[in-house]
């Protein structure tokens, strides 16, 4: 079916032009400022934006931690993604002790295939780099696996160095989550017990030693989860050196603080993740950083679990299940805290959201643009729409938002799934999941 969308103004990475766009079955097929050819169906967005589908580029559907298991499966959290104007996910492949990469894709496959309502991929996280986790390599990149998840502490610096150099002689990237839990865990049994007890330091000094371990390995890396200015400090001193770093922050360090901590416990729990909430100074510190281009994307690392979950570890945070969700929030956030304040642009918007998680994570140009031959994914985001975000209304199974009574500055109308209305005005449309797994290729950044 050949559909025609007239009246709306399409965004992209390098501007923003009123046209008309066409899709073509699964793909668009004409983008400019008179469409004249035939066409079956019509759809008015006057006054609207038209986004690319949105690419989160960190999600953690189905994961376990501390002995929970995450409310939001592929079937619930890709739900949510898809009505936030999520059409593609990357979702941590987290492995099982002494688990074998291939053993790990093949049972993250048996939770997510058929379960996923958006396109989907994985991340590889790796506990470990040895001779039996390099052979099984090739075999994951044949896969579509080409981006991989390393953490400082684990496994070993010199396993992180290798890891780092082996994988990307073979065409993929890795990303870091910086930090040490064993130290958290140490300032813990001392008594600060208080979710605000990762001190920025922590998080400065890990982003710094994947730094320069990738600055030894000579190769790209990509820093997940920036929350603070410390750490961002360490970027811009490694690219200043003269090193390729890619960096991500999450929609929470933009849009909440740490004085969330300071109320009553069982509230306060509600809002623990890793690295945890910060002073707002930090939050100016990165929106400056977006808007500049320091940090290339914004993804929700959405993990989320219930208030009674979360309230399991009261008044110790680190038995706390750490996450929050985000991903049915992020796009609008984006756009109501960065756009409509002035913040950043529609194009900076295009790129954190679109075009740099698509281009990053080899998906460009399949996704992430508005072009003819890239899928028809499209976010129809309505200016004037203004709402509350309330948690009684979400698709996650989170039983709650952190984001509650924010009014957003406009809204998501519909979106499009691969030429495929998919949510209208709120309304998750398909029955049953039609998310195709996505085999990747190298970064094209």
């Known amino acids: 079916m050949r559909i025609l969308f007239r009246g709306g103004t399409v965004v992209s990475g390098n501007g923003t032009r009123k046209a008309d766009?066409?899709?073509d079955g699964e793909k668009v097929r004409f983008v400019g400022s008179r469409y004249r050819g035939t066409f079956d169906r019509a759809v008015s967005v006057n006054g609207c934006l038209l986004f690319p589908g949105f690419v989160d580029a960190h999600t953690g559907f189905d994961s376990e931690q501390g002995g929970a298991t995450s409310a939001d499966n592929f079937y619930t959290g890709s739900k949510a993604a898809l009505r936030g104007g999520t059409t593609t996910v990357l979702n941590d492949a987290v492995p099982d002790p002494d688990e074998s990469p291939r053993g790990t894709l093949s049972r993250w496959h048996d939770k997510a295939d058929g379960q996923t309502f958006c396109d989907y991929g994985f991340h590889m996280g790796l506990y470990?780099?040895?001779?039996?986790?390099?052979?099984?390599?090739?075999?994951?990149?044949?896969?579509?696996?080409?981006s991989f998840l390393l953490s400082t502490g684990s496994p070993g610096d010199r396993e992180f160095f290798e890891a780092l150099r082996d994988l990307y002689a073979?065409?993929?990237?890795?990303?870091?989550?910086?930090?040490s839990r064993d130290v958290a865990e140490a300032l813990g049994a001392e008594g600060n017990l208080s979710p605000a007890a990762w001190p920025v330091?922590?998080?400065?000094?890990?982003?710094?030693?994947?730094?320069?371990l990738a600055q030894m390995a000579r190769v790209p890396v990509i820093i997940r989860s920036l929350s603070s200015g410390e750490a961002l400090s360490e970027v811009l001193r490694a690219r200043r050196r003269g090193q390729s770093v890619y960096a991500e922050t999450c929609p929470h360090y933009l849009t909440l603080d740490e004085s969330l901590y300071f109320q009553d416990d069982t509230?306060?729990?509600?809002?623990?993740?890793e690295p945890p909430l910060r002073e707002r100074v930090h939050q100016q510190a990165l929106w400056r950083a977006l808007r500049k281009g320091d940090i290339q994307l914004v993804s929700s690392g959405h993990r989320a679990f219930t208030p009674v979950q979360k309230r399991s570890g009261h008044n110790d945070f680190i038995r706390i299940p750490s996450?929050?969700?985000?991903?049915?929030?992020?796009g609008e956030l984006l756009y109501s805290r960065g756009v409509a304040e002035h913040r950043f642009g529609l194009t900076e918007l295009c790129r954190v959201l679109c075009e740099n998680p698509a281009k990053l994570y080899g998906l460009w140009p399949r996704k992430g643009g508005l072009f003819p031959g890239a899928d028809a994914d499209i976010v129809v985001y309505d200016p004037g729409d203004s709402h509350l975000i309330l948690s009684r209304d979400r698709a996650s199974a989170a039983g709650y938002t952190p984001y509650e009574g924010f009014r957003t500055a406009g809204g998501i109308r519909q979106v499009w799934l691969r030429g495929t209305l998919s949510v209208d005005r709120g309304r998750v449309l398909p029955v049953t999941p039609r998310g195709l797994y996505l085999r990747r290729g190298k970064s094209a950044l």
């Open 21 to 23: 766009l066409v899709t």
């Open 267 to 273: 509230a306060a729990a509600l809002y623990v993740c």
């Open 323 to 330: 996450g929050l969700p985000g991903a049915e929030e992020r």
């Open 170 to 179: 073979r065409g993929g990237l890795c990303a870091a989550e910086c930090g």
């Open 128 to 146: 470990a780099w040895n001779q039996s986790v390099r052979a099984e390599a090739a075999a994951l990149f044949r896969d579509g696996i080409s």
């Open 201 to 212: 330091a922590l998080e400065a000094e890990g982003v710094a030693r994947a730094l320069r």
